[in-house]
C-alpha cells in the first residue's frame, strides 16, 4: 500500500514536465527557408531588459535581476543561426566607439607609415532590429501534491513563471517600423520533499527527518528560447508582409 501511494505523488511531476506549453522550443537547424536575394544587413544596438524584476527571497535582499542583462549577445547569436546561417548579416553597434577607435589608430599607423591601402568604408545596415525582454511574470501556475501515511509521506509542488520577449524592425531610410513580434516562454520549477516522523523508546524519543529537491529550468534559457523563436517569427512575418522572399527549392512552382 506504501508503494502505491508513495508512487502516486510523483503524478503530478510527470505530467508538469510533459506540458505541451512547457515543452523547451527550440528552432532546427535548416528549418527556415532561403532568402531569394541573399543575407539582410542588420543593426542590434541594444536588447535589454525591461522587466524591472529582481529575485525573490524571503530572508536577504538580492540585488541580481531575475533575467539576463546581456540579451544583445543572445539576440546576434539567434541571428547569426537563422536559416543555417543564411539570414543575416550583423553588424557591430554594441562596441561601435571601440570599433571607431581602433579604425582610427589603424588609419593613424598607417599615415605615419605612408601606407597608400586606407581602410574600407563600415558596412552599414538597411535595418535595425531593436526589442528588449518586456515581461518576467511569475507565479503563472502553482499548485501540488502530497499525501501521508503512518506519518510517511511525499510532497511535490510546482511553480510556472512566463518571459516574454519583443522585437521590432525598423527601416533606417525612413524610420518606420516594418513588423513587430512578442513571443513567450515559460519557466518552471519543481519541488519534491519526503518527509518521516516517528517515536522510539515505547513512544519517549520522537524522531523527524526530512528530505528534498528542487529543480528550476535556467531563466537564460528561457530567453533563449523566447529569442529563437522571434527571430523565427520575424521572417515569417517579414514574408507575410512583402520586406523580402523566399528563396524556391528545386521542383517547386
Not at 525591461?50 to 524571503?58: F, H, I, L, V, Y
Not at 532590429?129 to 503512518?150: M, P, R, W
Not at 518552471?188 to 519526503?194: E, G, H, P
Request: with cysteine; proline share 3%; hydrophobic share 35%.
Amino acid at each position: 500500500l506504501m508503494c502505491i501511494i508513495l508512487s502516486a505523488c510523483g503524478g503530478p511531476m510527470n505530467v508538469v514536465r510533459k506540458d505541451p506549453e512547457i515543452v523547451p522550443a527550440k528552432i532546427e537547424k535548416n528549418k527556415l527557408p532561403e532568402p531569394k536575394n541573399g543575407k539582410v544587413v542588420v543593426a542590434i544596438y541594444n536588447f535589454g531588459d525591461k522587466t524591472g524584476q529582481r529575485k525573490d527571497s524571503n530572508t536577504i535582499a538580492k540585488f541580481s535581476t531575475a533575467v539576463t542583462q546581456g540579451g544583445e549577445t543572445i539576440l546576434i547569436k539567434s541571428l547569426e543561426e537563422a536559416g543555417d546561417g543564411k539570414w543575416f548579416r550583423i553588424v557591430e553597434r554594441v562596441g561601435l566607439d571601440n570599433l571607431l577607435k581602433e579604425r582610427q589608430l589603424i588609419r593613424s599607423a598607417r599615415e605615419e607609415a605612408n601606407d597608400k591601402h586606407g581602410l574600407g568604408p563600415i558596412l552599414y545596415a538597411g535595418m535595425i532590429i531593436e526589442g528588449a525582454i518586456v515581461s518576467y511574470d511569475t507565479n503563472q501556475k502553482t499548485g501540488g501534491f502530497g499525501v501521508s501515511y503512518l506519518q510517511i509521506g511525499k510532497q511535490t509542488s510546482y511553480q510556472e513563471d512566463i518571459v516574454t520577449v519583443s522585437l521590432r524592425a525598423v527601416n533606417v531610410q525612413t524610420g518606420e517600423v516594418m513588423l513587430t513580434v512578442n513571443t513567450q516562454k515559460t519557466v518552471l520549477s519543481v519541488a519534491t520533499s519526503m518527509s518521516t516522523f516517528t517515536f522510539f523508546s515505547k513512544g519517549t524519543k520522537p524522531f523527524e527527518n526530512e528530505i528534498g529537491i528542487t529543480t528550476t529550468e535556467p531563466t537564460i534559457f528561457a530567453v533563449k528560447a523566447a529569442v529563437e523563436l522571434a527571430v523565427e517569427e520575424m521572417v515569417y512575418e517579414g514574408k507575410r508582409k512583402g520586406l523580402w522572399e523566399f528563396k524556391k527549392e528545386e521542383g517547386q512552382k
